[in-house]
């Protein structure tokens, strides 16, 4: 999804504004339950080791069928279309687009980087696809989404700010970012509405540097409470021995959780930023997502996985799916009711295919 304009500070430290007296706020609730999806989950990872991955079309659908199904505002709960053969279809075209250049590479270092060339400056072409094809298949009160968008602001997004990134070793990726959810946003549809997207290339550029300065000001601070760590192994471990080696894995140890936690803050700060500068129509979009809590959720997630040998990956999705969708709420301007259909092509099932392949998170 996508979200309202706010005057808050991008930061996400508190969750972002108090919604105006004016409008009507509409939580968003997930009623879904780990053992509910568990059972999912385990039956579909099931068939489609035992089908040879053609199952997983049929999986997608059942499992995000289940999270829309459990998902719902003012009472009513959202729908998705998605047909497994067609997603079965576009599966097996990704497969054959992705694996072509990786046997080109083994008939020669040119062909390969030939058929790399040509699979990449389609991409963008097959991003735009999928984003109409993700939401032609999803609905609410039987209106369904849609995406308008256009090829040539695909390549623009997808290929050129990315490439203009690299150039500029990552000092561009904010005003990528910025551009790239402007595009998604903006070119989505509810029936005849129209998502709205107003947060600036500014506002992005804040919320990297306060992850960046967050994350330099701890690494700093490790630093220097293992200063002589750093010496000992500076000097060559000639003094001492044992106990400069058990610092030196504390050391590590302390950098990677850092690391670990930073990245629930940046999350954090991204989804705030985002939801709280969409609209759709006159109605507004707020995220209070909490740092503290994200942390706490990923890590305990991460723990579980760990200890479970992966068992509990349905749980930890449910977890973070929900804490997500329920951190965002609709500052409704007026009835829900109003809405408008308007139809909308299908658009692509390879680009499904492809989006899923590579991990895509192209959904509202």
């Given at each position: 999804m996508s979200l309202p304009p706010s005057d808050a500070s991008p930061s996400g430290f508190d969750g972002g504004q108090t919604p105006a007296s004016a409008h009507q706020v509409e939580a968003f609730v997930f009623s879904g339950r780990g053992s509910e999806y568990f059972r999912i989950w385990i039956v579909n990872l099931l068939l489609s080791i035992i089908t040879l991955g053609i199952y997983s079309a049929w999986a997608k659908v059942r499992r995000t069928r289940y999270f829309y199904d459990n998902t719902t505002i003012n009472g009513s709960s959202f729908e998705y279309h998605g047909n497994p053969i067609a997603i079965l279809k576009g599966r097996i075209i990704a497969v054959i687009l992705i694996g072509g250049y990786q046997i080109a590479f083994k008939f020669s270092l040119g062909l390969g980087v030939l058929a790399l060339a040509l699979m990449l400056a389609g991409m963008p072409w097959l991003i735009w696809k999928s984003y109409q094809f993700k939401l032609y298949n999803s609905s609410y009160r039987g209106i369904r989404f849609g995406f308008r968008g256009s090829a040539g602001r695909s390549y623009f997004n997808y290929l050129l700010l990315p490439l203009l990134a690299g150039i500029t070793l990552w000092l561009a990726l904010p005003?990528?970012?910025?551009?790239?959810?402007?595009?998604?946003?903006?070119?989505?549809?509810?029936?005849?509405?129209?998502?709205?997207?107003?947060?600036?290339?500014?506002?992005?550029?804040?919320?990297?540097?306060?992850?960046?300065?967050?994350?330099?000001?701890?690494?700093?601070?490790?630093m220097i409470t293992f200063s002589s760590t750093l010496a000992a192994l500076g000097a060559g471990l000639q003094h001492g021995g044992a106990a400069v080696i058990s610092s030196a894995g504390l050391l590590f140890l302390s950098l990677y959780a850092w690391t670990f936690l930073i990245m629930p803050l940046f999350l954090t700060m991204i989804q705030n930023l985002i939801w709280n500068?969409?609209?759709?129509?006159?109605?507004?979009?707020?995220?209070?997502?909490?740092?503290?809590?994200?942390?706490?959720?990923?890590?305990?997630?991460?723990?579980?996985?760990?200890?479970?040998?992966?068992?509990?990956?349905?749980?930890?999705?449910?977890?973070?799916?929900?804490?997500?969708?329920?951190?965002?709420?609709?500052?409704?301007?007026?009835?829900?009711?109003?809405?408008?259909?308007?139809?909308?092509?299908?658009?692509s099932v390879a680009g499904e295919g492809i989006s899923d392949l590579l991990d895509f998170d192209l959904s509202l």
């Open positions: 005003f990528a970012h910025q551009r790239i959810k402007k595009y998604l946003h903006q070119e989505s549809k509810f029936g005849a509405t129209h998502f709205s997207f107003d947060a600036s290339v500014g506002s992005f550029y804040k919320t990297y540097l306060i992850g960046a300065g967050v994350a330099l000001l701890g690494y700093i601070a490790i500068h969409t609209k759709l129509g006159q109605h507004q979009f707020q995220s209070q997502l909490k740092w503290s809590k994200t942390a706490f959720i990923m890590i305990t997630n991460l723990i579980g996985i760990v200890i479970t040998l992966g068992l509990f990956a349905p749980f930890a999705h449910v977890r973070w799916f929900k804490y997500r969708i329920e951190s965002v709420t609709l500052l409704a301007a007026g009835s829900l009711d109003n809405f408008v259909a308007d139809e909308e092509a299908q658009g």
